[in-house]
């Protein structure tokens, strides 16, 4: 390995030994009565994100397509010790959501302490077809939605010291077959919201920016698009969604969930290997 190699390399497992234990303590007395607002809640990871956050006592509003899907997971939450629930029905495709779900969640709950981004569109995994409005619909959703909430959120989460979450994905880190216009998405997602960090620190405004990098999940959507595809292992999503929770509640600058994933991405920084990625996914020239 060449000089500058060992040094980055040396670096980079400093990084992650610092990461590991200096990472600061997680409180569960801080969610007690944390104002929550939760995007994509009605499935998956932001299901049982809900949960998490009800059994710690916060108080959380809930937004994702399915109105009657949602009122289901609002009950539950509501059993499981959640301090009050509400619940919007939104289309994050629409522009003009975003700031309606903000306006309605502040008004309900006097504030935000957590807005938690985790919402995204239906994704194609599969070869580039050359769908450029595809590609056009999903930045709305996954990625301009994003920054729409985050802009109408940042006044009551500065007043209140609160915490951006932004939900990404490895395919936001490293590049990946069958994900071009979702990988672009959440590429994105870590440029903007990554810069965004800054430009708070700077203005030293107490706004945190947690971005969480997923690995496979075992949500219904994620096995059903990549059956067949990919030669991995999915974790748990309750466990995921614990994983964002707390880490969050920490004000940890990236959760990555496993957490061996910070390792594959500094190795990949060092020895990017074209031939041992895509040995993972299935494809056969037609």
């Not at 670096?11 to 007690?32: C, I």
């Not at 509640?249 to 031939?275: D, G, K, M, T």
Request: with cysteine; charged share 15%; aromatic share 10%.
């Amino acid at each position: 390995m060449k000089p500058i190699g060992k040094v980055l390399c040396a670096a980079g497992l400093l990084a992650a030994l610092l990461a590991f234990f200096w990472r600061e303590p997680f409180n569960p007395e801080s969610l007690v009565g944390a104002r929550v607002l939760l995007t994509g809640a009605s499935a998956g990871i932001g299901e049982q994100m809900a949960y998490h956050y009800a059994r710690f006592g916060a108080a959380i509003v809930l937004t994702a397509r399915r109105e009657a899907v949602l009122q289901k997971v609002m009950e539950k939450c509501l059993t499981l010790g959640a301090k009050k629930v509400f619940l919007i029905p939104a289309d994050m495709s629409s522009p003009s959501e975003p700031q309606k779900v903000v306006q309605f969640a502040v008004q309900k709950l006097g504030g935000l302490d957590y807005l938690v981004l985790n919402h995204i569109g239906a994704n194609r995994f599969q070869m580039w077809a050359g769908d450029v409005e595809f590609t056009r619909w999903l930045m709305q959703v996954n990625f301009f939605s994003y920054v729409a909430l985050a802009t109408a959120a940042l006044p009551t989460l500065e007043k209140n010291n609160g915490s951006l979450v932004v939900i990404s994905s490895l395919a936001g880190k490293i590049a990946t077959p069958f994900t071009t216009s979702y990988s672009a998405t959440k590429f994105a997602l870590d440029g903007f919201f990554g810069s965004l960090r800054h430009e708070l620190m700077m203005q030293k405004k107490n706004v945190t920016v947690t971005l969480c990098i997923l690995g496979l999940i075992d949500t219904e959507t994620a096995m059903e698009s990549t059956r067949g595809k990919v030669h991995l292992s999915a974790s748990p999503a309750p466990d995921a969604a614990l994983a964002i929770v707390l880490g969050s509640a920490a004000r940890l600058r990236e959760v990555f969930y496993p957490w061996w994933l910070q390792q594959i991405i500094y190795l990949w920084v060092l020895a990017p290997s074209n031939e041992v990625l895509q040995s993972y996914y299935n494809y056969s020239s037609p």
